[in-house]
T-cell receptor, first 114, second 111 residues
Framework: KAGVTQTPRYLIKTRGQQVTLSCSPI?????VSWYQQTPGQGLQFLFE???????NKGNFPGRFSGRQFSNSRSEMNVSTLELGDSALYLC?????????????FGQGTRLTAV | QQQVKQSPQSLIVQKGGISIINCAYE??????FPWYQQFPGKGPALLIA?????SEKKEGRFTISFNKSAKQFSLHIMDSQPGDSATYFC??????????FGSGTRLQVQP
């Protein structure tokens, strides 16, 4: 069974640009969550999508957005990139049921804003 | 309250020793408590998890101890090995909510 796939693995973008990150969940998983990981702030929740609908949202500015497609693949978008957005962006997939369950992470996308 | 508090921040253990990482939570609605292991440059990998109706779960050298009344849970790594050197995160989740992570513990196992 294939794991969670994130592309690209590394991304260098100029401040002010827009970036799009992609996540393919484990087959059968309907929930995809996105996290930002930095040395100072740890793992911070961005948002979660379940069956193409945003179900949960963290405390990030509106420059961060996402979407989920009918095949459960998800994209995360950062508009007007800032230097402070440099981080490892992780997505996690899970079945997404009514009780907590296993969530599996991808390798992450290392985003560097210059 | 969604916070999960994790300690210690860093831990140095000799090879063959026992590594113990502790977490505490406030939200009694949490119903699933996983531990993740993360190596540099990699995403967190699910290590072991427990539900609050169980006081202990063991998988190989890894054991979770859960104290529901104290709202605390801990990870014990028996016979710690240099290959266990990584950052460990506890987490908690309830139903349709997102994972809430602890701040992480950097474990170093010295040979």
């Amino acid at each position: 069974k294939a794991g969670v796939t994130q592309t690209p693995r590394y991304l260098i973008k100029t401040r002010g640009q827009q970036v799009t990150l992609s996540c393919s969940p484990i087959s059968g998983h309907r929930s995809v969550s996105w996290y930002q990981q930095t040395p100072g702030q740890g793992l911070q929740f961005l948002f979660e999508y379940f069956s193409e609908t945003q179900r949960n949202k963290g405390n990030f500015p509106g420059r961060f957005s996402g979407r989920q497609f009918s095949n459960s693949r998800s994209e995360m978008n950062v508009s007007t990139l800032e230097l402070g957005d440099s981080a490892l962006y992780l997505c996690a997939s899970s079945l997404g049921g009514n009780t907590g369950t296993e969530a599996f992470f991808g390798q992450g996308t290392r985003l560097t804003a210059v | 309250q969604q916070q999960v508090k994790q300690s210690p921040q860093s831990l140095i253990v000799q090879k063959g020793g026992i590594s113990i990482i502790n977490c505490a939570y406030e939200n009694t609605a949490f119903d699933y408590f996983p531990w993740y292991q993360q190596f540099p440059g990699k995403g967190p990998a699910l290590l072991i998890a427990i539900r609050p109706d169980v006081s202990e779960k063991k998988e190989g050298r890894f054991t979770i101890s859960f104290n529901k009344s104290a709202k605390q849970f801990s990870l014990h790594i028996m016979d710690s090995q240099p290959g266990d050197s990584a950052t460990y995160f506890c987490a908690a989740i309830t139903g349709r909510r997102a994972l809430t992570f602890g701040s992480g513990t950097r474990l170093q196992v010295q040979p």
